[in-house]
Every structure is written in C-alpha cells, then in structure tokens.
C-alpha cells in the first residue's frame, strides 16, 4: 500500500511470462487513450473528480477488458536518425471513422517550432481483437496526410508489415534489431 491519492500510472514490462517494475508517475501518461479505448473510462475526467476531491465514478470490479488498443506517437522526426524536422504544415487531414482517435492539435499552416518535443500526435486505433486494431491503424495511416515536414508515420507503416508486429510475438529487444537492420 502507497496511501496515494490521485491519478497515477504504474509502469512494468512484460518479457517471458514476467512483469518487471519500471517506475510510478504521478500523473497520466501519454498512452493513456489505450485504457481509455479498453475500458470505456474517461480518465481524464476522473483525475478531475479526484482532484476535487470526488470518488472516482466507478470501481476496479467494474473494469472489463473490451478489445484491443493500440497507440502510435506521430513525431516531427527525419529518418534513419529521428533528427528534428521543424517546419510548417502544408496540409494536414486527420483520419476517422469507428476505433480510430487522433490526438493532435496540427493544421493546415501550423509552424512546428525545433525547441522543444518532436511529439506532433497521438494515434489511437479500438477493434475487437488485435487483427481489427491493426487493420484500423493501417487504414488510419493511409488517410492521414502531414505534408510539410518528415514525420514516422512511414516508419509506423513499414513496421506494420512486420509479421512480429502483426502476430505481437516481439521483446523489448526487437525494435532496436529492426530499426539497425531497416534503417542503415
């Protein structure tokens, strides 16, 4: 027990049947629109309620998994070096439709500054199962268009062919392997 009150995120890796303990934040994470997307709670809200010193609107017994996630971080980032690519957006088109949510405050003219987080956007795709989740963040990428600067959303679709990707068997390990042996 930790007597901490308010929102959190605890961090672990999973790697031959293990969890392995990363860190505790104070605060949500970036990824937090994946449990979002597979519980069907709005835990931006809920840091509020907590905050103000209101009960969360649920309990942990009423947490169900419904599906499969998944987050990709859109960043302003030239390949093979991820160097920044700052710049001004010439065209910007978000993809939709059902289990997709883009996260991003781009637009057409928007200047991308080279002084601070490369970050540019959250992709967030929902399906039933993994198989549906990977088919929505391949059709979501092939309607997103960031014209104006270099991006990884082609490395984010180059990975997506990958059968370690696509079936989920990778460790920790993997994308560094790939990226030295994809990326020279």
């Known amino acids: 027990q930790i007597n901490y009150i308010g929102a959190g995120t605890v961090e672990f890796l999973y790697e031959d049947g293990e969890f392995y303990f990363i860190e505790m934040n104070t605060r949500l994470q970036v990824e937090h629109p994946v449990t979002e997307a597979i519980f ?3 835990l931006v809200r809920e840091q509020i309620r907590v905050a103000a010193g ?3 609107e649920f309990s942990q017994d009423d947490l169900a998994i419904n ?3 998944i987050e990709i971080r859109l960043n302003a980032e030239k390949l093979p070096n991820f160097s ?3 710049g001004r957006i010439t065209q910007y088109h978000a993809p939709g439709g059902l289990g997709v949510r883009m996260d991003s405050a781009l637009y057409d003219g ?3 500054p080279p002084y601070y987080d490369s970050l540019i956007g959250k992709l967030i795709v929902h399906g039933r199962d993994r198989p549906e989740a990977l088919a929505r963040l391949d059709r979501a990428l092939s ?3 960031i014209d ?4 990884t959303v082609p490395l984010f679709g180059a990975l997506l062919r990958e059968s370690a990707v696509q079936t989920g068997e990778y460790n920790i390990h993997w994308l560094e392997k790939w990226l030295e042996a994809n990326l020279e």
């Open 40 to 42: 069907g709670v709005d």
């Open 54 to 56: 209101l009960p969360m």
């Open 67 to 69: 599906g499969h996630a």
């Open 84 to 86: 920044p690519s700052p």
């Open 110 to 112: 928007y200047s991308i």
């Open 143 to 145: 309607e997103l268009i």
């Open 148 to 151: 104006g600067i270099d991006t």
